[in-house]
Every structure is written in structure tokens, then in C-alpha cells.
């Protein structure tokens, strides 16, 4: 079978390029398409694959091979819509099916198609889009949705927003949980006190954290509930004597949108020497966080999956997390979980799992449990079967 895929989110990141490495600073969408990629070619070796790209293969992208080709379409504007429009006209009779693993397929397409949508948050929280990307993504996404023989989504959370949403047949939609970025999943001997002090020098030095602290890891914006984060890390700093001191909120991620309020907050709740933002983080010194911390808090408002809950449980770090969307099919019965628009609630969750160490080491038990429910090779074996299965010549 010969499958086409749009590789376009893979190379042509929402945060550019790392300086030192030169690649690109994926997350989100991106990442997802990176790793789908990855998982698809060391996965298949009987299909013929066919990636579309808007310029050269990044270097970390699959080489090709006899069964792995790239193909670069340029166009500087509306790049999907048109530019791969066009290329695949010429591609008439070639391509047994298409595979878009972002919300968008190109306008005129003659294969069979599959795309996966991650998420719906733009019909629930317009206000956070950009009115430019929120107007793609109703139009051009909806006229996606209906085109495509199959929708891949990543809960069931997600999948029961767009039936309701978009009145699309239960037997379109399948649910296949992404992987996990990170290769390895970590032991218990991990969390002794020798490897934590290890971190522990590591932190401080390069970025200065000397004591206990509380991890976010996430892209800046509204949807992420920081500023309510913010809020419950500043009462549990004033409410509790023993955490007045030696106690820091870590936030790592880049800026998206409307960070604004994110980045006045710890002023605002007079934690402003207690709250570091951190950008630009390796996947190395990131693990060395999540294997350091107290605790890891996303209390966001909506999240299509959730993957740093995974992330974090496998590096032994314990979990608070939303009680909402699909984050309670991520975190299973391995995660704290709190009212997302409640910052005593948020507050008290983190003082439980903070101040009680033997539910913090059940938590860590549970999260290693967790995680191996998880991995990309799933999560490609699973896609494969989707593909195949829709462009089978009947």
C-alpha cells in the first residue's frame, strides 16, 4: 500500500528552532506528528510511505530509504490548502491513502483520508484563539471533519466533544492514545536519595533552584490555568508555617498567547520571588526536573490527553491534575485530582500529596503502573490499522 502523510507541522514549528541543535522546538501538534512519524517508519517496513513536507526533512526525521520518501512542496501561502492540493493531483492514483495527523486536510483531495484532532478547546474557549487561528479551525476544520473518511482522536473525552460538536457517526472516530516522548521508563532506585541529590546539584547550578518546588510543564496560555496555579501555590505558602520557606513553583514552557497575566501573577499573589519561569528547557534537563520535584500541578482547563501527566509519573513524580476533559483518562487512578476553577481546591490537593509521604510513594507506584499503558509503538501499530483499513481497495 502506498500512504501519504502531511508532515508539515513536524518541520515548521509554532516556537522555531532550538539555537544550539538547530532543530525544531516542537510541542503540541508538532510533537505529535514528529513522533507519529518516527513510530510509522520503525514500525512498517511493508508499506510505501510518501511525506509531504513545506521544506527540507529537519535532521532528526527518518532518512529515506526504499519505502520511506519525502517529498517538498513549496508554496508560501495557505501551504495545505493549496500548495498540497496541487501536489497531490500530480500524486492521482499513486497514493492509496492520506494521512493528515494535524486538524486540516488539503482542499482538494481525491484519496481516501484520515486526520487526527487532538482537540476541540476552540469551541469552548473561543476567547483564548487568536481570531485568526480560531477561524481556521471552525471553517477549515469542519470542512476537514466532514471530508475524511476517519477521524483519529487522542481520549474519549475528545471523541465525545466532536460527535456533539460536528454530528459525526460514532464509527468514524477512533481513540488511539499517543505515546510517550521520552524512551525509557524509570525505576524505583531512581527516586533514592544519591540520584536526587545528583538532580538536586544540577538544578542549582544551572538554573538556581535550591530547594523543594512544585512543577507546571506547558505552553503559556489561558487554557493552562496558571494564574489560578499561581493563586493556590501563594495560600499554601501563607497558610502553611512549614512551607514558608524553601518552597518554589517551577514553570516550564514557552510563551503562546495572552501569557500576559501568567507572567504578572506571582506579583500579583506576592510569591514573585518564589515562582521561576523557565524556557527553552532540554529533554534531558527536563527529566532531571520531574525526577526532582515534590509534585507536578497542570490544573488546566481542557486538555485534549495530557501527556506531561504521563511524563511526569514515569520520571516518579507525583500528579495533581484537573478533573476535567480527558485528564482523568490519562492520570487513571495514579493521579490527585481537584475542581480546575477552585484555587482552595488546587491548594489542598497539593498540601495532601506535599506534607503526606506515604501517599506520595503510592502515587509513584501507581504512576509506574500507569505509564506502561502508554507507548508510541501503541500508538503506531494502532494508526497502521486505521490506514490500512481505509484505503483497502473494495
Known amino acids: ?136 479551525l471552525k471553517v477549515w476544520g469542519k470542512y476537514s471533519i466532514k471530508k475524511a473518511k476517519k477521524i483519529i482522536t487522542i481520549s474519549e473525552s475528545s471523541k465525545n466533544d466532536i460527535i456533539k460538536a460536528y454530528n459525526v457517526s460514532d464509527s468514524k472516530l477512533k481513540v488511539i492514545y499517543p505515546g510517550l516522548k521520552f524512551e525509557t521508563q524509570n ?70 498567547w495572552q501569557y500576559e497575566e501568567i507572567l504578572a501573577a506571582p506579583e500579583k499573589f506576592g510569591v514573585k520571588e518564589c515562582v521561576k519561569f523557565l524556557e527553552n528547557i532540554s529533554d534531558e534537563d527536563l527529566q532531571s526536573f520531574y525526577k526532582n520535584a515534590l509534585c507536578f500541578c497542570l490544573p488546566s482547563l481542557y486538555e485534549g490527553f495530557g501527556l506531561p501527566i504521563l511524563e511526569a509519573m514515569q520520571h516518579g513524580c507525583p500528579v495533581v491534575t484537573s478533573n476535567v476533559s480527558s485528564l482523568p483518562e490519562a492520570g487513571g487512578d495514579a493521579a490527585l485530582y481537584c475542581n480546575p476553577e477552585d484555587v482552595e481546591d488546587i491548594k489542598n490537593n497539593l498540601e495532601s500529596i506535599i506534607q503526606n509521604s506515604e501517599l506520595r510513594e503510592e502515587m509513584i507506584k501507581k504512576g509506574y503502573e500507569q505509564v506502561k499503558k502508554f507507548s508510541w509503538e501503541k500508538t503506531a501499530h494502532k494508526t497502521l490499522n486505521v490506514l490500512e483499513e481505509t484505503g483497502k481497495k473494495v
Open 1 to 136: 500500500m502506498n500512504i501519504g502523510i502531511n508532515g508539515y507541522e513536524a518541520v515548521v514549528p509554532r516556537f522555531g528552532f532550538n539555537k544550539k541543535t538547530g532543530l525544531p522546538n516542537r510541542v503540541g501538534s508538532s510533537e505529535f506528528c514528529y513522533q507519529m512519524l518516527l513510530s510509522l517508519f520503525n514500525l512498517d517496513k511493508k508499506n510505501k510511505y510518501t511525506i509531504f513536507l513545506p521544506v527540507k526533512p529537519s535532521a532528526d526525521l527518518p532518512k529515506e530509504n526504499e519505502n520511506w520518501k519525502y517529498e517538498v512542496v513549496t508554496s508560501k501561502k495557505l501551504w495545505t490548502m493549496i500548495g498540497l492540493s496541487r501536489k497531490l493531483l500530480a500524486y492521482k492514483n499513486k497514493i492509496d491513502v492520506f494521512f493528515s495527523p494535524t486538524h486540516y486536510l488539503p482542499l482538494h483531495i481525491l484519496e481516501p483520508s484520515v486526520i487526527s484532532i487532538l482537540d476541540v478547546s476552540y469551541l469552548y474557549f473561543p476567547n483564548f484563539f487568536k481570531k485568526k487561528d480560531l477561524y481556521q
Open 187 to 256: 525505576t524505583k532506585s531512581e527516586t533514592n536519595s544519591k540520584f536526587k541529590m545528583q538532580n538536586s546539584k544540577l538544578l542549582k547550578k544551572k538554573f538556581g533552584i535550591n530547594g523543594d518546588y512544585i512543577l507546571f510543564v506547558g505552553t503559556l496560555q489561558p487554557r493552562k490555568n496558571i494564574v489560578r496555579l499561581v493563586d493556590a501555590f501563594s495560600k499554601l505558602k501563607t497558610e502553611n508555617i512549614d512551607l514558608k520557606k524553601d518552597l518554589d513553583l517551577v514553570v516550564v514552557g514557552k510563551k503562546g
